[in-house]
């Protein structure tokens, strides 16, 4: 029986070891339990975070009673942060009932990868279901069951559309629902409802509503933990992992001799733990390293420049989905501030390419920052102004496209809406 025992945990944690992905995806402030995690079944093995390392066990000793791997002493403590990111509040909720099936869950984890701070999707439906196959109908009906989790209006694709999932976490009497159902999908008619006597109250609603949907998690995250930062000194901009943060792997036998197989097998699955962790922290380093290169006038005060993830998967020699998972919730401090390591990919605009779709956003949103809320610009202004700005020429649709997917509504709901406040 005691073989089967250990045979059975052998397999888990071998398991775990093996894929070594959980490791890369996680990000900085999860780590630690990610790899306490892949260690409990593991009697040898005991994962400290930096500010429990002491000075002695931070030399790299390698004997037959205890294994580390270095790392910098950390003070975590004393740079506590905010509440759980909103990536990580999302992917908790992705359980059954909502998701029973793992193809549900899997579509359900690449619509939160292609979610934006705001809380909004700003993937194209079409072209995502058929990148990880699949029927881009089941796809839809999949995200449409984002209306029941948390914040709510979350995974909506534009600011109507989060009125009605937040609309659905509301308990209304059904003539005020419906009222207040086709307030929001006939929104640039909104006055044509005066008369309803439900109309009042709809707004009230309506002034209830979060917009944008994951505001809360914008305001509460005051400080995020860097995986990666960049210097610049002599001309030159150099590269540092952020390993004050990671927690270090300690082996320790406890006097017990490794002569034994059961011993000798723990010590190999904490060792390939090591390995994979060391893995992550080479990953994350290259990752960092081709974006200076594709981004150095960045970094030196220029825009930030056309770049597809698949030429940095290409360049490191990784599938596309790898590379996406290690980028995913990471995030890179330089002098210019603190940026997720995402807001690197944009694709380019222009005849000559140098343009990319990030500074036309950037751009859009300084608009409406500064309009005038008793005459919002329309997108047709909005497109006058762009193609004055860049010199290139873009249709008044991508205009749109890009407001929406910065979670902006247009300008007569924007005039309706900065009456409400």
């Known amino acids: 029986m005691r073989l089967v025992q250990n045979k059975t945990i052998k397999g888990k944690l071998s398991s775990t070891l093996r894929g070594w992905l959980p490791i890369l995806q996680a990000d900085i402030e999860s780590l630690y339990e990610t790899l306490d995690n892949a260690t409990k079944e593991n009697p040898f093995v005991e994962i400290k975070s930096g500010n429990e390392v002491s000075q002695s066990a931070k030399t790299k000793t390698v004997n037959r009673e205890k294994y580390t791997k270095n790392s910098l002493l950390s ?45 909004y999707f700003e993937a194209d439906v079409d072209k995502l279901s058929a990148k990880i196959d699949v029927d881009a109908k089941f796809f839809e009906r999949v995200r449409l069951r984002f209306k029941h989790l948390e914040p709510s209006g979350v995974g909506a694709v534009d600011l109507l559309e989060s009125f009605l999932f937040q609309l659905n976490n509301f308990e209304l009497e059904d003539d005020l629902t419906r009222c207040t159902t086709k307030m929001i999908k006939d929104f640039e008619n909104l006055e044509k409802y005066q008369n309803d006597k439900y109309f009042t109250q709809s707004l009230r609603v309506i002034k209830k509503f979060h917009n944008p949907p994951a505001i809360a998690y914008k305001m509460e995250q005051v400080q995020i933990i860097p995986d990666i930062i960049i210097n610049s000194s002599d001309n030159s901009l150099k590269v540092e992992l952020n390993e004050s943060y990671y927690p270090d792997i300690v082996i320790d036998l406890g006097g017990i001799d490794n002569k034994y197989d059961f011993v000798k097998e723990k010590v190999k699955e904490a060792s390939s733990l090591i390995d994979a962790l060391e893995k992550r922290k080479a990953t994350l380093t290259k990752v960092a390293l081709m974006i200076i290169d594709y981004q150095y006038e960045f970094f030196n005060g220029g825009a930030i420049k056309p770049m597809k993830l ?112």
């Open 75 to 119: 003070d975590i403590d004393s740079f506590n942060t905010s509440k759980e990111s909103l990536f990580d509040v999302l992917q908790k909720q992705i359980v059954a009932p909502l998701f029973p099936t793992k193809k549900s869950k899997n579509i359900a984890f690449e619509i939160i990868e292609n979610i934006n701070d705001d809380g």
């Open 310 to 421: 698949d030429d940095l998967a290409g360049d490191l020699e990784r599938h596309h989905s790898t590379i996406s998972r290690a980028i995913s919730n990471k995030y890179i401090s330089c002098e210019r501030g603190l940026f997720p390591i995402k807001s690197f990919f944009t694709a380019a605009l222009g005849d000559d390419g140098e343009i990319s779709n990030s500074e036309i956003k950037d751009y859009i949103k300084l608009l409406i920052k500064e309009e005038n809320r008793k005459k919002p610009l329309s997108d047709n202004k909005i497109l006058k102004e762009v193609e004055e700005k860049f010199q290139i020429k873009i249709g008044r649709r991508t205009v749109t496209k890009y407001r929406m997917q910065a979670g902006i509504s247009s300008s007569t709901d924007r005039k309706k809406l900065y009456a409400f406040t």
